[in-house]
């Protein structure tokens, strides 16, 4: 009941900037955690950045100082600002949600993800 679509991938060359935006809808009521995770081709899914209800940000070692993380509570939107882009950021990257059910039942959701590629 929760759907989740990311948009603001893209192909950009190294050193840039591009910045993804998920919007939430459906029945969002208590949410846990917002969060980018992404994956490359042979490779897991790993988080990136993740953001929760009390505005606590974590990032991954690749990432820090490069990405930021934040949300619009008002649009149910998380973006991810990503700059100084490399070659190795190349993945596809997915929204993540998690909410409170009943507690301390959680529910998690995941977007269809969105493709960037850095490349000269």
């Known amino acids: 009941q929760v759907q989740l679509v990311e948009s603001g991938g893209g192909l950009v060359q190294p050193g840039g900037s591009l910045r993804l935006s998920c919007a939430a809808s459906g029945s969002i009521f208590a949410i846990n955690t917002m969060g980018w995770y992404r994956q490359a081709p042979g490779k897991q899914r790993d988080v990136v950045a993740t953001?929760?209800?009390?505005?606590?940000?974590n990032y991954a070692d690749s990432v820090k100082g490069r990405f930021t993380i934040s949300r619009d509570d008002a649009k149910n939107t998380v973006y991810l600002q990503m700059n100084s882009l490399k070659p190795e950021d190349t993945a596809v990257y997915s929204c993540?949600?998690?909410?409170?059910?009943?507690?301390?039942?959680?529910?998690?959701?995941w977007g269809q993800g969105t493709q960037v590629t850095v490349s000269s």
């Open positions: 953001i929760t209800s009390g505005s606590s940000t």
């Open positions: 993540y949600l998690s909410q409170y059910t009943t507690f301390p039942r959680r529910a998690e959701y």
